[in-house]
């Protein structure tokens, strides 16, 4: 014997058929995604992620964009620039 009782580990059945995770949102909503212009850190610079992506998607679009952008002003851009690269089709 180990000693370790038999059950530890393992859930009921009656545990088991309470226990729910991810339920759909009547809304669709995600609840993930917020507007750019609420994020709490949204007035920082863009990180170098979102430089990086946005230049490719700026060099793709054969548009120029300020390298000076914050973070919510980046996200705004990279998601207009997808749609316009077609890349949004997620």
Do not use: C, F, H
């Not at 545990?15 to 339920?23: D, K, Y």
């Not at 230049?55 to 851009?77: F, H, M, N, V």
Request: glycine share 8%; aromatic share 2%.
């Amino acid at each position: 014997m180990s000693g370790v009782p038999p059950n530890l580990g393992r859930m009921s059945d009656t545990s088991r058929e309470e226990e729910t995770l991810g339920a759909v949102r009547e809304s669709g909503d995600n609840p993930a995604e917020k507007d750019p212009s609420d994020w709490v850190t949204g007035d920082e610079p863009m990180t170098a992620p979102q430089r990086s992506y946005l230049d490719t998607l700026a060099r793709e679009a054969g548009e120029e964009i300020p390298a000076d952008l914050t973070k919510a002003e980046a996200s705004e851009q990279i998601d207009r620039l997808q749609t316009a690269t077609g890349r949004d089709s997620a």
